[in-house]
Structure formats: structure tokens, C-alpha cells
């Protein structure tokens, strides 16, 4: 997920041209994005993660190619050259060469993607605007923008702009036509206090412990990027068992959260150095457990479970008088499923649509059981065989 461009060399490792069970997975490759990318087969991804060279010409910006803290002390910015395109002076030949590059890996990742997948980008005002057009102009269909808003960002020394205390996600469909694509909506809004996640995600830039350092005590890469945003983002967009690539691997984030996470991964990385560390980062994380790993599942991906299969199982009675939460009406439970009131009979939806004279009604949460002095809303009955069901069949 940091940073690579122009191709160092390929490593030996076997990537299979096609067949699925043949892709290296949870495996980094050493070399060249794009002649890497070319060896997935086509449509067998499920989620792209990338976060590629900013661009960010800090030579041209600073006046001299460093920048200052006001007691002098030198700013560890992003001049490596990963994210140098062209020494030209003319800064419209850098961002040509940009260009081209960004579209040729974004080709390739919507070449892979299947006709559910969906890819992730990130970036800062330098070039997540570039990127947005080369992701509309392949055809790529925008879902979200996200900004990832930093707890704790660096300080503008100069003061003579804002301070940068976010970065940009652009989250998009391979077209416009997808109607299909992973978001795992509940699980988001349970993460999220039973409230609905929004756009702006406030979360802490990588430091501590998690920062990778050399034996300097330097960073070991300048854009480490959180765990805690890839796993927001692998928990929203995918499931365990899928396929995350990264075509800027880097130290390894998203490899390290697939694997937490229970998803397969395929990294490439260009410099050597990263890929090892990557690698032994990987390898220290325990494999997850598959309970753990499960996440609140919506509504419209749960099995269907008519209210019939309920009084089958034998949870609710034929017989049994069910009210609503006011007890207003009665209806009473027929042995095909069907409920009874005073001068009609049909589904727990019709049924409750009818006696409040309304177009519709969800009869799971209309009609409740007397349990006392409580009333249990037949809901709570379809959770419960919809438990029983999947224990069986686990």
C-alpha cells in the first residue's frame, strides 16, 4: 500500500497467467506494478487497495528541497524516489508522466477486479483529484469519497497554509451497470455505536509501537499507513476468504489486516527491503479464528424465513393470539402460518396492513406475543431459528 513506480526487477517467485487456485496468494512480489498486475488472471480479485505515489515535487515546493521546523530541525517528508516523476523542470511533463502511470495501473486493477469487486484509493490534494478523473475516464463508477481526518497531524511550520490533517479515499465500482458489490453496512454501523458510518473517518496517523523503524530509530517508510484504516476499510468492502490486492505494498499494512482479518492478500512491492520487511510483519500475526472473524450481517443477506417455517418449528403455536406493540388488534396463528382476525385472513404483513387500514406493513415487527406482562416481538422467533439453522449447518 506505500509507495512504488518504475521497475527495479521481477522476483522468481511463480505467478500463475490464469487459473484462480494458482495465484500467489498471501505472497509478496518483488518488482514492477504493472508487469506484476499483468500476471492476475482477469476478474479474480475481490478488493483492491492501492495507495501510490503522492507526486508531490517537494523540491519544486520548498525552494531548495527542504523544509524546516521553526528551530531548524529538518522535516522527514517524502522525497524518495518512488514519488519523483521526471526531473524535468516543467512541472506539466511530471504530471504527464503521472498521468499515463496512474491510468496504466488503474486499467490493469479494473482488469482484474470480478464484476463484484470494487477498488480503494487514497491520496492527498497533490494527486487524489488526477486520480479521480483516470478512474472516471476508465469507467470506473465513484460509491464514496471518504476523508480520513488525522488525529494527530503534522503541523503547517510555515505558516502560510492550512495544516494537511486529512488525506482522501476514493472507493469505486469497476462500472456504472454493478449492481453488486460487498458493503457490509451493518457491520459498519455496529462498529460504529449502532450508528450509521459516515464519510469522514476520525482516526490517529500510525505511530507508537505500530511504526515500523530501522535500526537507526528512523521511519522505516515515510506513508505507513494505520492499521485501524484498512481495517475499516477490508471489514466495509470485503469477507473472510476474499482476494485484497495491493499493487504499493509497502511495509505491509494491508497484508497484516487481511490476515487479521481472515482474507488472502497478494502484495507487490519494488524495493526488496519493504517486501522482507512486509514479510516478517506478516508472519508474526497469529492466524484469526472464523467466529471472531464474523461481522453483523444485513438483513437482505440472511435466508429468508417465512413466518410459516416459525410455527413449523414448533417456536410459535397454531392458536397462539399475537397483538400489536398498543394491543389494539388481535389476530390468531393458523397452522399454515397464516393469521386470523375478526373478518379476514392472510400473511402477518397483510394482516397488519389491514387492521391499521395502511398499504403496508412489516408484521415481524408489528405483531408481538404475550409473555406475561411483556409483549416479545415475533421477530425475536425468526433470530432465534435463523441461529438454530446456522449452528446446524456450521
Known sequence: ???????????????????????????????????????????SVDLVFADPPYNLMLDRGTRGGSLRRPDQSLVDGVDDAWDRFGESADVADSYALYDRFSRAWLGQCRRILKDTGTLWVIGSYHNIFRLGVALQDLGFWLLND???????????????????????????ARNEAQKTYTFNYDAMKALNDELQMRSDWLLPICSGGERLKDQ???????????????????????????????????????????????RHYIGVERDEAYAAEARARIAAIQDGDAVPLSVTRSRREEPRIPFGQVVESGLIRPGTVLVDQRRRWRAKVRADGTLVT???????????????????????????????????????FRSRL??????AGA
Not at 6 to 30: E, H
Not at 146 to 172: D, Q, S
Not at 342 to 367: E, K, L
Request: glycine share 10%; charged share 20%; hydrophobic share 40%.
Open 216 to 262: 537507526t530509530g528512523q521511519k522505516l517508510h515515510p506513508t505507513q499507513k494505520p492499521e485501524a484504516l484498512l481495517y475499516r476499510i477490508l471489514l466495509a468492502s470485503s469477507h473472510p476468504g476474499d482476494i485484497v490486492v495491493d499493487p504499493f505494498f509497502g511495509t505491509g499494512t494491508t497484508g497484516a489486516v487481511a490476515t487479521l482479518l481472515g
Open 146 to 172: 471518504v476523508i480520513w481526518r488525522k488525529a494527530n497531524p503534522m503541523p503547517n511550520f510555515r505558516g502560510r497554509r492550512f495544516t494537511n490533517a486529512h488525506e482522501t479515499l476514493i472507493w469505486a
Open 386 to 391: 435463523r441461529a438454530e439453522l446456522g449452528a
Open 1 to 43: 500500500m506505500d509507495k512504488q513506480t518504475k521497475s527495479i526487477r521481477v522476483a522468481s517467485t511463480g505467478v500463475a497467467s490464469t487459473g484462480v487456485a494458482s495465484m500467489p496468494l498471501d505472497q509478496v512480489l518483488v518488482g514492477d506494478c504493472l508487469e506484476m498486475l499483468k500476471r492476475i488472471p482477469d476478474k
Open 342 to 380: 375478526g373478518d379476514a385472513t392472510g400473511s402477518i404483513h397483510r394482516m397488519g396492513a389491514h387492521v391499521q387500514g395502511a398499504p403496508a406493513c412489516n408484521g415481524w415487527t408489528f405483531w408481538h406475543l404475550e409473555h406475561g406482562d411483556q409483549l416479545v416481538p415475533i421477530d425475536v
